[in-house]
């Protein structure tokens, strides 16, 4: 059955994300795209919260939960072996101070296994982290349009994490991160006649980076009873400053357009000489992030926490693509959130088996918008977001099914800007199994 399952999940996600972007933000134009991985299901429907470990949900932005105690359900020899993929639909309405349109896209998000083995935890596994889908229109005196803006593509990391146990409550871990990928964008400079009509050939900018490089994430997690019933939680993660390497194409290609669909002809490219000019290849640098929680629960009964994340988005640099116009500053993220679960071992109701999670988030993304206009002020897009969720029972060995929903604003329709009102649908299945066992002889 849980077979069954992964692969229904699996296949539903491929045919509905094939040929789409993984995000339709319009700030995905900057840096390397909009953050696509801001944690599982469990995490994002408690407002992001990562600092809550156990011992059947992995928990990707955490190393140190790949370790942990065994369990007394396997007679203390063992943890179960966990298994966990998820996807999402979001849905945007965009809106500035000249009109209003729809987005939408469905995603994969990550696939992750991790392994005990005595008091270390391997955990490896495969995740987008940002991404890259537009399409922008910028508008001349009359009204026409002056240029025409596409973009696709983005970063992803394959990982492999080890966690180690170093006493009862107390747990540390590394993550090795590999980021590949490209990203690809296109501009059009549309020209018109004296009359006011679209010339019959256009200009277009072509570029392409490919990424890689490797980078670590470090995390610690403790937890500690502070009475018979209550027990605190706390987690710390670091990721250092690291360089992507990223080999650069840029080419000018002359097109001519239907004026009735839009459809783009090339009739000729020029190839730019970037190694001339120092740009064939650059390294591209990912800042440094910090995030520290805590919070207070029951076991297998209730917990609410909260959690900082800090990041140096201010040292981002990128020398292909640069713009007068936008800055970088440091990121933070607050979150606070927690879950209810009602008789974890009930046998006369299912829904009070289920987990109930709820949480929200203020976000400072790190870009800012500088107008060249005096009377327009700068603007720092920031991001709130509020969540829900629920973590549905399936199968055996403690496996459950997670269902997310969030709901939020992004950016604003202040000096000719944009605001995105999301709204996001997670789906999630974390799996457990139990490849390990002590054999028994009478």
């Known amino acids: 059955m849980i077979k069954k399952l992964v692969l229904v999940f699996i296949a539903v996600f491929a045919i509905s994300s094939y040929g789409q972007e993984g995000t339709a933000s319009p700030y995905s134009f900057y840096g390397i795209g909009s953050l696509k991985f801001k944690g599982t299901v469990e995490n994002r429907s408690m407002g992001g919260l990562s600092i809550y470990t156990d011992s059947i949900h992995i928990n990707l932005r955490n190393p140190a939960s790949y370790a942990g105690k065994n369990l007394e359900v396997l007679n203390n020899e063992s943890r179960p072996v966990k298994f966990t993929v998820g996807g999402s639909y979001s849905s945007m309405d965009l809106k500035s101070d000249s009109g209003s349109d729809k987005a939408s896209s469905t995603t994969f998000d990550y696939l992750a296994l991790s392994i005990p083995v005595g008091k270390l935890g391997f955990g490896f596994g495969l995740l987008p982290y940002t991404s890259v889908g537009y399409k922008l229109e910028s508008l001349n005196n009359d009204a026409r349009i002056s240029n025409r803006f596409k973009g696709q593509g983005g970063l992803n990391k394959a990982f492999f994490g080890l966690g180690y146990l170093i006493m009862d409550r107390l747990s540390v871990g590394i993550d090795a991160q590999y980021n590949f990928g490209n990203i690809q964008?296109?501009?059009?400079?549309?020209?018109?006649?004296?009359?006011?009509?679209?010339?019959?050939?256009?200009?277009?900018?072509?570029?392409?980076?490919?990424?890689?490089?490797?980078?670590?994430?470090?995390?610690?997690?403790?937890?500690?009873?502070?009475?018979?019933?209550?027990?605190?939680?706390?987690?710390?993660?670091?990721?250092?400053?690291?360089?992507?390497?990223?080999?650069?194409?840029?080419?000018?290609?002359?097109?001519?357009?239907?004026?009735?669909?839009?459809q783009e002809f090339v009739l000729n490219t020029i190839e730019t000489d970037l190694e001339a000019s120092g740009l064939k290849e650059t390294n591209l640098v990912l800042p440094s992030k910090f995030s520290i929680g805590v919070g207070v629960g029951e076991p297998m009964k209730w917990f609410v926490g909260i959690e900082s994340v800090y990041q140096q988005t201010g040292n981002f640099s990128n020398p292909l693509y640069t713009s007068s116009f936008t800055k970088y500053e440091d990121a933070t993220t607050i979150s606070i959130g927690g879950f209810y679960i009602p008789q974890y071992n009930s046998f006369t109701s299912y829904f009070k088996?289920?987990?109930?999670?709820?949480?929200?988030?203020?976000?400072?993304?790190?870009?800012?918008?500088?107008?060249?206009?005096?009377?327009?002020?700068?603007?720092?897009?920031?991001?709130?977001?509020?969540?829900?969720?629920?973590?549905?029972?399936?199968?055996?060995?403690?496996?459950?099914?997670?269902?997310?929903?969030?709901?939020?604003?992004?950016?604003?329709?202040?000096?000719?800007?944009?605001?995105?009102?999301?709204?996001?649908?997670?789906?999630?299945?974390?799996?457990?199994?139990?490849?390990?066992s002590k054999r028994k002889y009478d």
């Open 353 to 436: 088996r289920a987990v109930y999670r709820a949480g929200l988030h203020f976000e400072n993304t790190g870009l800012v918008f500088e107008n060249p206009d005096p009377n327009i002020k700068k603007e720092s897009i920031k991001e709130f977001g509020i969540s829900f969720g629920v973590g549905l029972p399936v199968g055996s060995f403690f496996s459950n099914a997670n269902l997310g929903f969030e709901l939020g604003k992004r950016g604003t329709t202040n000096s000719k800007l944009i605001q995105e009102n999301f709204v996001n649908f997670q789906l999630s299945l974390s799996l457990n199994d139990r490849w390990f």
């Open 185 to 262: 964008n296109s501009t059009v400079a549309y020209s018109y006649d004296v009359d006011g009509n679209l010339t019959q050939y256009q200009s277009r900018e072509n570029n392409r980076s490919d990424l890689s490089g490797l980078n670590f994430n470090l995390g610690v997690s403790y937890k500690t009873m502070l009475d018979q019933r209550l027990e605190l939680v706390s987690g710390i993660t670091y990721t250092p400053e690291s360089n992507l390497a990223s080999r650069n194409e840029r080419s000018f290609s002359t097109i001519t357009i239907n004026s009735s669909t839009g």
